[in-house]
């Protein structure tokens, strides 16, 4: 091809056809511009492509996390759900409601007892902001929603410090003067595992009637309905975000 467009523009100058040799010589260099510019291009979007398979492929595996968080969300709801139930059964019997089934109590007591803290999942988002590709997400709504839920979680791991602190100086600390702790827990695991973990534990309902003389408890499990309230406003707060995140995800996967 080189040799062809040479071999005109020979012939030009030897016919002495200055004017057109200069012409189709302009139009050759047009011709290779142009050439260039398509190559440009076509190496553009290929690798626009390649950045846009890597973005699908972040979002598919951020996808994936959430929706791993919001099952934790829904199971760790359900749990704070049941410590304010029991924490507020025990308040009654601060009140004057007498015991009448130890187990069922000692079961509340220590489902308030159990400290759990939760943890979401968000390994990919932690990939993606360590290594410095969190650029790559195009959607401003999914960047700025994962920033959203990253914060949130900051606050509930505040609200839960703040909590286990409550916990270990009116609940914790009070109690071992008090309870003996071992055969609560051995009756508590066998009631929770039908028997494959614990023992029938015998408790002692003296015990039980002491602690209830300590107002310093009772404002214990008065906390925990308070705390643990707060921490489900949030926690629902996050799991609402993940659920809307999850759905733009789908939006911009199936774009």
């Known amino acids: 091809m080189i040799k062809f467009f040479r071999k005109i523009r020979q012939n030009l100058l030897i016919e002495n056809k200055l004017s057109k040799y200069l012409l189709y010589a302009i139009g050759e260099i047009i011709l290779v511009v142009i050439g260039i510019l398509i190559a440009l291009q076509i190496n553009n979007n290929n690798e626009t492509a390649k950045i846009r398979a890597k973005e ?23 749990t704070r759900n049941s410590q304010i139930k029991s924490a507020n059964n025990v308040i009654e019997h601060y009140n004057g409601k007498p015991i009448s089934n130890l187990n069922s109590f000692n079961s509340d007591v220590i489902n308030v007892y159990t400290w759990t803290r939760f943890f979401q ?8 902001t360590y290594s410095g590709n ?21 606050k509930i791991k505040y609200l839960e410090d703040h909590f286990r602190y409550d916990a270990e100086v009116n609940l914790y600390n009070p109690s071992y003067d008090i309870l003996d702790i071992n055969p609560m827990g051995e009756n508590y695991l066998y009631k929770i595992t039908n028997g494959e973990l614990g023992s029938q534990a015998e408790l002692d309902k003296s015990r ?24 489900n406003i949030q926690l629902i707060s996050m799991k609402n975000l993940a659920s809307n ?7 911009e996967l199936n774009y």
């Open 56 to 78: 699908l492929h972040y979002l598919k595996n951020v996808k994936a996390d959430l929706t791993l968080t919001i099952q934790e969300l829904e199971q760790f709801i359900n």
């Open 121 to 128: 999942i968000n390994n990919t988002f932690q990939e993606l």
């Open 134 to 154: 969190l650029a790559i997400i195009s959607n401003d709504s999914i960047k700025n929603g994962l920033l959203n839920l990253e914060a949130l979680y900051k």
């Open 208 to 231: 039980f009637e002491e602690m209830l003389l300590h107002i310093r408890q009772k404002n214990g499990f008065a906390f925990a309905v308070i705390e643990f309230s707060k921490m």
């Open 245 to 251: 995140l999850v759905k733009t995800i789908d939006n």
